[in-house]
């Protein structure tokens, strides 16, 4: 049984530049959170998805923007990327009708230079 | 507004006990989790408990919840160098999750 997938690994971007962020999520979930790790801090939450909507949403900019699939599987995508937005990026699963118990992927490294 | 509080760090003797206390502030949590991270990694569910409950044991791990005083407690018993992470309490409810800093836990010989 597969776990909560993301890509790339790593990634580096200059500043301005934009990216997108790929996570599948574990088998039989059909929501996915997206988080922020800056270095030396907790995760924050920045939007969850679904039924391909977006359901809610954390103090982040709209220069974050997400999708999710038919297959249950998002994206996350960053535009004008900024020094700041170097940080680890956290995709979590979970069943709606089981919500409590949310599964991160290994995150994708991203580093804006 | 929400906020989670979490000591950043704890020193252990390997085979003692450790206890990592965490203080939140959201009342209107339906759950509380304890995630694990090690370094490079994402984050692994430990253990959780539901905001009824005062305690739930699985295993070395034991939850402790005072929901009057929003004071949520993490005990690792038996305490092994695989043991050595980083420690997130992340009260939630359907949705987000609101993390701590997290407590770095050292697991020394």
């Known amino acids: 049984d597969a776990g909560v997938t993301q890509s790339p690994t790593h990634l580096i971007k200059t500043r301005g530049q934009q990216v997108t962020l790929r996570c599948s999520p574990k088998?039989?979930?059909?929501?996915v959170s997206w988080y922020q790790q800056a270095l030396g801090q907790g995760p924050q939450f920045i939007f969850q998805?679904?039924?391909?909507?977006?359901?809610q949403r954390g103090n982040f900019p709209d220069r974050f923007s997400g999708h999710q699939f038919p297959n249950y599987s998002s994206e996350l995508n960053v535009n004008a990327l900024l020094l700041g937005d170097s940080a680890l990026y956290l995709c979590?699963?979970?069943?709606?009708?089981?919500?409590?118990?949310?599964?991160f992927g290994p995150g994708t490294r991203l580093t804006v230079t | 507004g929400e906020d989670v509080e979490q000591s950043l760090f704890l020193s252990v003797r390997e085979g003692d006990s450790s206890v990592i206390n965490c203080t939140y502030t959201?009342?209107?949590?339906?759950?509380l989790y304890w995630y694990k991270q090690e370094p490079g990694a994402g984050l692994q569910l430990l253990t959780y408990?539901?905001?009824?409950?005062d305690m739930k044991q699985d295993q070395r791990l034991t939850v402790l919840l005072n929901k009057k005083d929003k004071h949520l407690s993490l005990r690792i018993a038996d305490t092994q160098t695989g043991d050595s992470a980083i420690y997130f309490c992340?009260?939630?409810?359907?949705?987000?999750?609101?993390f701590g800093a997290g407590t770095r836990l050292a697991v020394h010989p």
């Open positions: 979590a699963s979970s069943r709606r009708t089981n919500y409590y118990e949310q599964y």
């Open positions: 088998s039989g979930h059909d929501t």
């Open positions: 998805y679904y039924e391909e909507e977006e359901r």
């Open positions: 959201d009342s209107s949590s339906t759950y």
């Open positions: 408990i539901f905001s009824n409950m």
């Open positions: 992340a009260p939630g409810g359907y949705n987000k999750l609101i």
